[in-house]
């Protein structure tokens, strides 16, 4: 499995960006898929993470702003984030895990300015 991210980019604060993340492979619908997010300095943090029922569940921070979303069809993870704010600055991963192991994106960086 490879995972591939994109949509990061500038924004203002209050604004939104739309990230997603294109996965490669079979069985794509059976897998719980995660975003994270690393901010300079920081450690990575789970965001947002979607089950393969579609259960979701999010950071407290985050919860009402960002939305997360799977098309198992398109093998498609997007992570919707609206009201942006100048700490949600980060390299956004998305992430799977298959047999215990990790499998990351190469990540998106997101900057928010004030």
């Known amino acids: 499995v490879q995972l591939q991210a994109s949509g990061g980019g500038l924004v203002q604060a209050g604004g939104s960006l739309r990230l997603s993340c294109a996965a490669s492979?079979?069985?794509?619908?059976?897998?719980?898929m995660n975003w994270y997010r690393q901010a300079p300095g920081k450690q990575r943090e789970l965001v947002a993470l979607?089950?393969?029922?579609?259960?979701?569940d999010y950071e407290d921070s985050v919860k009402g702003r960002f939305t997360i979303s799977r098309d198992n069809g398109a093998k498609m993870v997007s992570l919707q984030m609206n009201s942006l704010r100048p700490e949600d600055t980060a390299v956004y991963y998305c992430n799977t895990r298959r047999g215990g192991q990790d499998i990351w994106g190469q990540g998106t960086l997101v900057t928010v300015s004030s």
């Open positions: 979607i089950s393969s029922s579609g259960v979701t």
């Open positions: 492979g079979s069985n794509f619908r059976y897998y719980a």
